[in-house]
């Protein structure tokens, strides 16, 4: 299996487009995909989008929307031409729930996210204008810009931002994980796992925006010290 890159990613979906949108909606459609270019979650949900039309009738993605995240997950829903669907999105990939008139028949998808029974959560999904549109993930400083977890979360495993607890390095990337577990190269699964054990019993350094995103005021704010009343 390959990685695609980003911008592979675009240039495929840009691909699957031309035989999915109709014409009049192209402009917009193309807007969409130039709007979330550096979002791998909703690149993700696009191409999953594109490469399997649900109703398998041309249609376009007008709007994508922030149904619910955690630990790096959303719950996104896709605003169509046609209908409203629902997604099941990572950074790694993403995963098509159905459309938004049926809900979420998946109970570890409702319990994972806390949105009660099926019936309880179809009623939210009858108007999903009211959720916020979704953000891109680097747009989004309260975002992790590799892993995508919220602030305060811990981060996806294996993600490079974050921070090694004994160390203070880079966690993928330090000598701590040989250290720990005595070993002096190449970790196997059962290893791993013994890290990832003593790594949680430590304590994980979880997302944290402030540190990992330094703000740059703006032109108009930065006029001096930030008074304190
Ligand atoms: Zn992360
Ligand atoms: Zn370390």
């Given at each position: 299996m390959t990685t695609q890159t980003l911008s592979e990613k675009k240039e495929a979906i840009q691909l699957l487009m031309k035989y999915a949108v109709p014409a009049d909606q192209m402009p917009e459609a193309l807007k969409l995909l130039d709007h979330f270019q550096d979002d791998p979650i909703a690149a993700n949900l696009l191409h999953a989008f594109y490469s399997y039309l649900p109703e398998g009738l041309d249609d376009n993605v007008r709007s994508i929307r922030t149904l619910a995240r955690r630990q790096g997950s959303f719950l996104l829903g896709a605003i169509t031409t046609r209908a409203a669907y629902l997604y099941l999105v990572t950074v790694d990939k993403a995963e098509f729930l159905g459309n938004t008139s049926t809900g979420i028949w998946e109970k570890e998808v409702l319990n994972f996210f806390e949105l009660g029974d099926r019936e309880t959560h179809l009623k939210q999904?009858?108007?999903?204008?009211k959720f916020p549109e979704h953000r891109p993930a680097l747009q989004d400083?309260?975002?992790?810009?590799?892993?995508?977890?919220?602030?305060g979360e811990k981060h996806?495993?294996?993600?490079?931002v974050e921070v090694c607890p004994?160390?203070?390095?880079?966690l993928t990337s330090c000598h701590c994980r040989f250290e720990k577990l005595d070993r002096d190269h190449i970790l196997g699964e059962r290893e791993l796992k013994a890290f990832e054990e003593k790594l949680a019993a430590k304590g994980r350094i979880p997302y944290d925006s402030a540190q990992h995103r330094p703000a740059y005021p703006s032109a108009g704010e930065a006029t001096g010290p930030a008074s304190t009343n």
């Open positions: 999904l009858e108007d999903l204008t400083e309260k975002t992790c810009p590799a892993c995508a977890v919220g602030d996806v495993l294996g993600c490079p004994w160390c203070g390095g880079q």
